[in-house]
């Protein structure tokens, strides 16, 4: 069975940086095409960032440039590196893989199988 773990939230003022980590086991992880969403308190889950088995990568207009997806295959790991963060990026962070993706649905949740448990980030004023 496929299973992703993340790590890598915590609290941080804004203007500062994280690192997120999603370890997939179970699969061929170099097959993926792995994605980040996040979901705020009181809002709906939204798509993050997403890349492929050939590094095709796409951001959500709220990025604006701060983030960067990416992916280790010799450790089966897909990273989200998170710069000059702001409040309204707290969240919690989830990462998801799926095996086949049509690139006009890659940023849709329901297009992804397999989900981690998500892991919680915090950005203070």
């Known amino acids: 069975q496929v299973q992703l773990v993340e790590s890598g939230g915590g609290l941080v003022q804004a203007g500062g940086s994280l690192r997120l980590s999603c370890e997939v086991s179970g699969g061929t992880f170099g097959r993926y095409t792995t994605a980040w969403f996040r979901q705020a308190p009181g809002k709906e889950r939204e798509f993050v960032a997403v890349t492929n088995r050939y590094r095709q990568s796409s951001y959500a207009t709220f990025v604006k440039g701060r983030f960067t997806i990416s992916r280790d295959n010799t450790k089966n790991t897909v990273y989200l590196k998170m710069n000059s963060l702001e409040p309204e990026d707290t969240a919690v962070y989830s990462c998801?893989?799926?095996?086949?993706?049509?690139?006009?649905?890659?940023?849709?949740?329901?297009?992804?199988?397999?989900w981690g448990q998500g892991t919680q980030v915090i950005v203070s004023s």
């Open positions: 998801a893989a799926s095996s086949s993706v049509i690139l006009s649905a890659r940023h849709m949740s329901a297009a992804y199988g397999y």
